[in-house]
């Protein structure tokens, strides 16, 4: 009885089904030429006809009522391909820059903020090397240091935490920083990390939220300079925005061709050593310690990147740490100097085009980027997050400032300038006296209720 019902239920609906097939021809002509298909295989079978008719009538129904729900699957689809891309790009960049180790040591957690695993990579085979102009080279032997003052730091215990058991790299190798994953997905750009963006050095900072508090000599040839630099633990608002102290060695036009060295604090939950470099105001040019081809590591023991340690604490204990970029007279090479005659390596004079002769304008102090969470002025801190006028022990400070002249001799400074962009946010105030030299305390807390 069932059966026969299902024949006559099928014959007076023959007509709808006809439509229904009309109208999945005209939405899809691989739907239609599967109804031909089915026609011709069982036009003797009405039961068939019927099952097969039903499924071509779900898929209509299927098509009408989740277009939205495909094109969601699709957007979904394109995103994991894009996120697969995205992996390929940073697998790729990973082996291009972590180059194979001789040694690894890995740094303790409790004395590392990130457990930093610094490899100890033989030293033709560092990335300076993969330049066309550097390849089949040797280390050069260490320069003619600047004749002159040479004081002290005013505490020496400052080190890097991934040594701190006393393990370092051989001889013959170099130690660096791993680059993980993790470092590059932070990079607002794959392809740029390990770069800036363009900016402007000090001038008018609302250049892309970067604001400055520093001190500068311009208008004679340097071939150098030199300062103590107090080491602070700044608090950074977010990810998006940094806290360093530096020192930059600048030549050219505040333009396309500015040509920068610099050597920094730069600030996290604990301090780090970083260098940079520039020929071109960061566009194509340069990049952070040894992510491109530019900077010559010579040292087995400064891992260029990793974090140093202790860090001065308000009304506390005070370290400091001195950095020394010159011009070898020999070479023309950049030599860097940490801590206490401490060679770290050489930007080869080939990477720049002012920098080749000299440099024309100093600068020291403190930089940090505001993106302004929340429409409000950031709450970074540069320094130790107070103003200059809190003094020893409580704000931060730059000391000691020497440059190198023409005579490869390091010398006081004539007629330094202090400028901080938002003094309502970070100022800065300099000095002189016979124990520091040239000197001045910077620094604050960003938004407070005079920097909203």
């Not at 439509?19 to 011709?40: D, E, G, H, P």
């Not at 940073?90 to 082996?95: E, F, G, P, R, S």
Request: proline share 5%.
């Amino acid at each position: 009885v069932h059966l026969l019902r299902t024949k006559t239920r099928s014959r007076r609906r023959q007509p709808q089904c006809t439509q229904i097939q009309t109208s999945l021809t005209q939405q899809t002509t691989t739907v239609a030429a599967t109804t031909t298909m089915a026609s011709n295989c069982f036009k003797n079978s009405p039961i068939i006809s019927i099952f097969v008719s039903f499924l071509l009538a779900s898929s209509v129904c299927h098509v009408f009522a989740s277009g939205s729900s495909d094109r969601r699957s699709t957007n979904q689809t394109f995103k994991v391909g894009e996120e697969l891309q995205k992996m390929k790009l940073i697998k790729a960049h990973l082996n291009r820059l972590n180059k194979p180790a001789v040694k690894t040591i890995q740094a303790l957690l409790c004395s590392s903020p990130d457990g930093d695993i610094i490899d100890c990579v033989l030293s033709h085979q560092q990335p300076a090397f993969d330049h066309p102009q550097l390849k089949g080279q040797k280390l050069l032997d260490s320069p003619e240091r600047p004749q002159g003052q040479n004081p002290t730091n005013l505490r020496t215990e400052v080190f890097q935490p991934w040594s701190s058991s006393g393990e370092y790299c051989p001889e013959g190798t170099i130690p660096i920083r791993r680059t993980k994953e993790e470092d590059i997905l932070r990079a607002s750009n794959i392809r740029r990390y390990g770069r800036r963006s363009r900016r402007y050095v000090r001038r008018d900072s609302s250049s892309n939220g970067h604001e400055h508090a520093v001190g500068y000599v311009a208008g004679d040839q340097y071939y150098g300079a030199k300062a103590s630099i107090n080491v602070w633990a700044p608090r950074v608002a977010n990810q998006y925005e940094f806290s360093l102290s530096q020192m930059w060695v600048i030549s050219g036009s505040f333009g396309d061709d500015l040509n920068t060295i610099e050597a920094e604090l730069y600030g996290d939950s604990y301090p780090r050593f970083f260098t940079y470099w520039t020929t071109d105001a960061y566009q194509a040019t340069g990049c952070y310690n040894l992510l491109c081809s530019g900077f010559v590591q010579t040292n087995n023991r400064i891992a260029i990147g990793a974090a140093i340690s202790p860090t001065s604490s308000y009304n506390g204990g005070q370290f400091d740490i001195s950095l020394l970029i010159w011009k070898d007279p020999k070479h023309g090479n950049w030599w860097l100097e940490f801590g206490s005659g401490i060679l770290v390596g050489y930007w080869p004079s080939f990477l720049f085009t002012h920098l080749r002769d000299h440099a024309s304008m100093v600068q020291f102090g403190g930089e940090i980027v505001n993106t302004r969470p929340s429409g409000l002025h950031t709450a970074t801190q540069m320094g130790s997050g107070h103003f200059a006028g809190e003094g020893f022990g409580k704000a931060s400070y730059f000391r000691n400032l020497q440059v190198v002249d023409w005579d490869n001799s390091l010398i006081p400074l004539s007629n330094l300038r202090v400028l901080a962009d938002h003094p309502n946010c970070y100022d800065i105030q300099g000095g002189i006296n016979s124990v520091w030299g040239n000197y001045f305390y910077y620094g604050g807390p960003g938004r407070n209720v005079r920097c909203p």
